[in-house]
């Protein structure tokens, strides 16, 4: 699912599009001036429908700006060394709403690296266009030498309204990683270790929680929520992904209309949402 900044490979391609704006509201957001926000006298806890001025007023939250991107929208945390050796979250598969951007393409998922650097551990679900309202589990690791397709699970494939918890973690020692997904509503878990050592996909210089337009039209997900959004520490410390130093990212066209954008919380929070606004 990479494609982010220096790479252009995607899991899937979209073959036909339909313009439509989601039934939630598409209303285009003009962010705030950074003196504005140095002048915020105090944070907002609330989970507005809409991105608005008061949101942006976090005091001391490092998530102060948003990077426009025309593929990923969510959170990125991290510096420019390695500080994370894990990264989790809990999702519930979306609502079906195919019908209103046609054949669309998405996924939602939690990465090691990408950033920085070309290199990317990943897992998540992506929707399956050919089956409304089936979600599957699927893993990736790619670096700059080798943009290796995602492995798709079939075994794990979810209809609309599954709790779900999606990790990745890296093993510095033995140099594997290890993607995990439990399923709240069946109690069963999932597993996956990569059979050789693959040290050269790891960058843990950052840590992400995306939602991703991966063709021609984006997928309508409404409003996504992310909950227990950490990561590990190289001490194996487990933290809050906003104790973390890191932005939010939104999906923009290229006339830089909006198509979706996370939503701000206060400091130390694990949990934020995604708002999906529209097709293309």
């Known amino acids: ?61 490092p998530f102060y700006w948003y990077e426009n991107d025309p593929h990923w929208s969510g959170f990125v945390v991290g510096g420019q060394s390695n500080l994370y050796s894990e990264v989790k979250a809990h999702i519930v598969t979306p609502v079906d709403r195919s019908v209103t951007c046609g054949d669309s393409y998405w996924g939602a998922w939690v990465g090691i690296g990408g950033y920085h650097t070309e290199s990317l551990i990943q ?78 996909y790891y960058d843990g210089s950052s840590a992400e929680w995306i939602n991703e337009k991966n063709g021609p039209t984006y997928f309508n997900f409404g409003t996504f929520n992310w909950t227990q959004a950490q990561v590990r520490l190289l001490n194996g410390t487990w933290v809050d992904f906003g104790s973390q130093p890191g932005h939010g990212i939104q999906v923009t066209n290229s006339n830089g209309d909006l198509l979706s954008s996370p939503q701000f919380f206060p400091i130390t929070s694990s949990s934020f949402s995604d708002k999906f606004y529209q097709c293309f």
């Not at 001036?33 to 002048?39: A, E, H, K």
């Not at 309204?161 to 439990?182: D, P």
């Open 1 to 61: 699912m990479k494609i982010k900044f220096l790479v252009s490979a995607c899991l899937i391609l979209g073959s036909s599009a339909q313009m439509a704006v989601a039934d939630e509201g598409s209303s285009a957001l003009e962010l705030p001036n950074y003196s504005d926000i140095l002048n915020c006298a105090e944070t907002s806890t609330q989970n507005t429908s809409q991105v608005n001025q008061p949101d942006y007023c976090l005091a001391a939250s």
């Open 123 to 200: 897992a998540g679900i992506t929707n399956n266009p050919q089956v409304a309202g089936e979600y599957i589990f699927f893993i990736e690791y790619l670096n700059h030498d080798n943009q290796n397709l995602a492995i798709y699970v079939p075994s794990q494939s979810f209809k609309a309204g599954v709790n779900l918890l999606i990790s990745v973690s890296f093993n510095q020692t033995t140099g594997r990683a290890m993607f995990y997904l439990m399923d709240y509503s069946t109690g069963k878990s999932y597993t996956r270790t990569t059979n050789g050592d693959v040290s050269s």
